[in-house]
């Protein structure tokens, strides 16, 4: 029988690891973070860090976010421009595409459905 997965006190996890870029640097590659706690099939859970920078992004994946800190502003494609702050939660559908700017160091929870 499967049972709970848990990563408890993401706002204050200290076991961040480096991570892959998530999407492609404009200018500086800012620096990530990322602590993943579940992966099963087409499913990732965990808890990632970005320091300020911007990232052009490509998505070919849907995700759940809940930002824990920061702030970052998502432009689409199209021009829309979503502000998000600590304690918001938003979707990142599968094929969004536009820049995410981090004015300033975000911390979130995600789930991927890859």
């Known amino acids: 029988m499967p049972e709970i997965s848990v990563q408890k006190q ?9 991570a892959e870029s998530f ?33 052009k992004l490509d998505l070919d994946i849907t995700e759940f976010c809940h930002l824990l800190k920061g ?4 432009t689409s ?8 702050k600590a304690g918001d939660s938003w979707v990142f559908p599968r094929g969004w595409k536009g820049t995410a700017e ?7 929870v995600y789930l991927v459905v890859g």
Request: include cysteine; proline fraction near 5%; charged fraction near 25%.
């Open 23 to 55: 999407g492609e640097p404009i200018g500086s590659l800012p620096k990530q973070t990322d602590s993943g706690f579940f992966e099963e099939g087409n499913l990732a859970a965990g808890t990632w860090q970005c320091e300020p920078g911007k990232l």
């Open 10 to 18: 993401c706002a204050t996890l200290s076991d961040l690891i480096d």
């Open 77 to 84: 494609e199209s021009g829309q421009v979503t502000e998000i």
């Open 71 to 74: 702030h970052w502003v998502l």
């Open 102 to 108: 981090v004015v300033e160091t975000v911390r979130k």
